[in-house]
């Protein structure tokens, strides 16, 4: 039982951190275990401009605890009205990483979201100019396709025609969730990379729905059956440079999961890296957590990895986790695996 493995400190390439109270509540919860992460920029109003991204930079860095080393890295929530000349500005300052295309109505905080992509073009071009990534929202929000093909719909629909049109863009798939997804960023041979979160890894859809609504797994885009999760856990732990660990970390207040019309969204930070080393090592490629938590994002975005090191260590009795954390909010749920699980992070 004495097993333990010391790799570089990992990245996640797609977090929701909120702001205020909810912001102070859950960061210590990733700046702990992480260097740098992906800022989703779904706040309401959204982080349009460069300006609100650096005002929303330093409100994180305020929150952050001083014992801890933590990078921000930015992304800007694209529009139809989005000005190209700010978002290549706030790049080459190094103030932003990322844009963030959310199809209107897809997700939490996406109404401001881009409906006609045709309107954006001006915008992924230059970003393609500049070096910029591009994250997805892989899903379609035509309310004539069922929510378990809106991924594998967007791909046919969205992304394989916006790669066609603007092909040197670098495009993050975020949160795949489908054997299709999967099989697509495998299909294309440069600029394209998909993140993988924790839970779909872990969870399949029978988590959400079978022996009664369980609202704490659900999020979107929703776990799908346990076919599509083989093949993510598959790619997570093949070693493939396209896929890197993006958590898509999301947490909502209990009261605003447990009602008639609950928010999408998973709470996973202070238990990922933990459920990484448990799933890496049943699929015998603890060898490979490094890859995917802590090189093949930085390589993909064109940074250095992270030179510092966290050791994961496996013990005997079960790690114990905090059922909940106490936000000035109110309380989050964190994701339960549903299994006992032996990995600390030391």
Not at 230 to 244: H, N, P, Q, T
């Amino acid at each position: 039982m004495n097993q333990s493995i010391t790799i570089r400190k990992p990245d996640d390439w797609h977090l929701h951190l909120r702001d205020g109270a909810m912001l102070e509540g859950v960061l210590p919860h990733t700046s702990r275990h992480f260097h740098r992460a992906i800022i989703m920029p779904n706040l309401v109003p959204p982080v349009v401009t460069t300006a609100q991204a650096t005002a929303y930079r330093e409100r994180i860095l305020a929150a952050k605890p001083k014992a801890d080393f933590f990078d921000p890295l930015m992304s800007l929530y694209l529009t139809e009205e989005t000005d190209p000349a700010d978002v290549t500005a706030g790049f080459r300052s190094g103030l932003v990483t990322a844009v963030k295309l959310y199809p209107a109505g897809a997700t939490t905080n996406s109404a401001s979201g881009v409906k006609d992509v045709e309107k954006v073009i001006p915008v992924l071009e230059a970003m393609a100019e500049a070096g910029m990534v591009l994250c997805v929202h892989g899903e379609v929000t035509d309310p004539a396709v069922d929510i378990f093909d809106r991924e594998a719909v967007f791909i046919d629909r969205v992304l394989a025609p916006l790669r066609e049109r603007v092909p040197s863009l670098k495009i993050v798939m975020e949160h795949v969730t489908t054997k299709q997804g999967v099989d697509y960023v495998r299909s294309q041979e440069q600029n394209l990379a998909a993140t993988l979160t924790t839970h779909h890894l872990i969870i399949n859809r029978n988590a959400i729905l079978a022996g009664g609504i369980k609202p704490h797994y659900y999020c979107l885009p929703v776990a799908k059956r346990e076919e599509h999760r083989l093949a993510l856990r598959e790619a997570a732990c093949s070693g493939d440079s396209r896929f890197f660990l993006g958590t898509d970390s999301a947490p909502h207040t209990d009261p605003n999961k447990e009602c008639a019309c609950g928010c999408a969204g998973i709470f996973t930070a202070p238990n990922t890296m933990s459920l990484l080393a448990h799933v890496f090592e049943q699929e015998n490629a603890l060898d490979r957590l490094e890859a995917f938590a802590s090189l093949n994002g930085p390589a993909f975005y064109g940074l250095e990895p992270n030179s510092d090191t966290i050791t994961l260590a496996k013990q005997a009795e079960p790690v114990s986790f905090p059922a909940k954390i106490h936000t000035g909010d109110g309380d989050v749920t964190v994701f339960d695996p549903m299994f006992p699980v032996h990995w600390a992070v030391q």
